[in-house]
């Protein structure tokens, strides 16, 4: 039969353990990134233009292997749609996360609201794959971001089908300066 001191030392080995394999480092640098142009979603379906003249993000840099990019939070200011109508955008589906890839980086998890409160109409935009993009380390640090992959995946029924129609693709492209 063992001691109580041989158990208690192999216990507290047994625990260290679990710890240093359940314990991986979190090695991120926190970022943040402001559009260096209006961000634009473009409906060829119905020829509807969505413009944010001033967008950010947020969220951490790990270092590798994984994301490039951990985007824990976006927001979109002065934006309208075809030109007259005021809209709210609100990002959903945080986080998303920017991945290497070859030969375009990929954006997972992207979606937003658009609210358009003049006349009553919310849409949801998301993309069922991955948004391609490209970001470029220098001075500065750019993430283009230009696909057409986005999806209305739904639209309530004030919402104008000259604006949007679920099904419609989109077509997104926005550039940030990241630091």
Do not use: H
Not at 137 to 152: A, C, E, F, R, Y
Not at 154 to 169: E, H, I, K, Q
Request: some cysteine; charged content about 10%.
């Amino acid at each position: 039969m063992r001691s109580l001191a041989q158990r208690v030392m192999t216990a507290i080995a047994a625990t260290a353990t679990i710890i240093a394999l359940t314990a991986v480092p979190a090695f991120a640098t926190p970022f943040t990134g402001s559009n260096t142009q209006a961000v634009v979603a473009y409906d060829a379906m119905t020829g509807s233009l969505l413009a944010c003249s001033s967008s950010s993000l947020a969220g951490d840099a790990p270092s590798p292997p994984g994301s490039l990019l951990v985007i824990t939070s976006a927001s979109f200011s002065s934006c309208v749609v075809t030109g007259s109508f005021p809209v709210n955008v609100t990002a959903i589906s945080l986080p998303w996360d920017f991945i290497a890839g070859n030969p375009l980086d990929q954006l997972t998890g992207f979606a937003l609201v658009l609210d358009v409160p003049s006349i009553g109409c919310t849409v949801t935009i998301s993309a069922p794959g991955d948004i391609s993009g490209i970001y470029t380390s220098g001075t500065p640090n750019i993430l283009d971001l230009d696909d057409n992959d986005l999806v209305v995946s739904s639209a309530t029924a004030m919402c104008p089908s000259s604006l949007f129609n679920v099904g419609d693709a989109l077509r997104l492209k926005a550039q940030y300066e990241v630091s």
